[in-house]
């Protein structure tokens, strides 16, 4: 059992935590200098005290950051700790500057639609998401699966989607859904297997929804790519899918399909394609999401997405 993440760590001397908003791990704080202290940086330290996590989980991710570092914004490593019997893993980076992308994007759908100013800015915030996603997606792995320690070998993993919605049937079904939208949405999973076939595996950061994105308020800029604990090596369609999951505005949908074809390049697939392959490699997290016991807000609009799929058959459809 790994211990309990703490507030105050002596492996950050000097530094009070603070827990920051926008995260379901409760995981992630902001470190500010003491008034004691004279000078220093305010940080983001992620703690890595679930075990879901790997042993070797921080270096993982600081090694993921030195990877990526040069072709997105993210934060560089300040420090990486081992967890240990009495504390757990961590991981100390600097504090990027911008606001969490679902806040811009939250307020950008509010604003009034006069002289078609929302359009421009909504189109324009998607076209920086998009082509973070379609980065990743042009950058190739030798094969699918996950990484499994700090010099990023791959332990590979081949989910076939129909496997992967009957090794979740019970929490479904204990989530109140019946045999045969269990069986519904099986034969959807075998469909959407097919469509996915055949793909050249890439880098999947596969939390990249606006909330794990810093964005400059103004330009609409992408200022950081965060939170990179599921990255690992998989489908290019699934940080696309992840984008468009429950953010369906139609001026942001097609920025970011802007950015992400643009940075895919000639070869893939035309937008029609695009979507529907985002739709059906973002059913992978759909089910595991709508499965599990505890729930959020996420957890339940995926549960609400997941339902109205099985129940049309559609893979594409909404509640």
Not at 81 to 99: K, Q, R
Not at 285 to 302: G, I, K, S
């Amino acid at each position: 059992m790994q211990p309990p993440t703490p507030r105050v760590d002596p492996r950050l001397p000097g530094h009070l935590l603070e827990p920051l908003t926008g995260g379901w791990s409760g995981e992630t704080f902001l470190a500010t200098p003491s008034p004691a202290a004279r000078g220093g940086d305010r940080l983001v330290v992620r703690f890595f005290a679930d075990a879901r996590h790997a042993p070797d989980a921080a270096r993982i991710q600081a090694a993921l950051l030195d990877r990526v570092r040069a072709v997105l914004p993210v934060p560089a490593v300040r420090e990486v700790h081992d967890g240990d019997s009495a504390l757990p893993g961590l991981l100390v980076t600097e504090l990027l500057p911008g606001e969490r992308g679902d806040l811009v994007l939250a307020r950008l759908v509010a604003e009034d639609r006069e002289g078609g100013r929302r359009a421009v800015a909504l189109r324009a915030l998607g076209t920086g998401l998009g082509r973070a996603a379609g980065t990743l997606a042009a950058t190739p792995m030798p094969r699918t699966g996950l990484f499994a320690g700090a010099d990023l070998r791959i332990d590979p993993f081949d989910l076939w989607l129909p496997d992967w919605v009957d090794a979740h049937a019970p929490g479904l079904v204990g989530g109140g859904w019946s045999d045969s939208e269990v069986a519904g949405l099986r034969k959807v999973a075998e469909r959407a297997a097919v469509d996915l076939e055949g793909a050249a595996p890439c880098l999947v950061h596969s939390d990249l929804n606006p909330k794990n994105v810093l964005v400059d308020p103004a330009t609409l800029q992408v200022t950081g790519v965060l939170d990179w604990e599921f990255a690992h090596a998989g489908h290019p369609a699934t940080d696309l899918g992840n984008l468009l999951r429950f953010d369906r505005e139609p001026p942001y949908v097609e920025g970011v399909l802007d950015g992400w074809s643009e940075a895919v390049g000639a070869g893939g697939p035309d937008r029609r394609r695009a979507v529907h392959l985002a739709r059906s490699a973002d059913l992978v997290a759909l089910v595991e999401l709508a499965a599990r016991a505890e729930t959020n807000p996420v957890v339940h609009q995926a549960r609400a997405h997941l339902s109205a799929i099985a129940r049309t058959g559609d893979v594409q459809a909404t509640p």
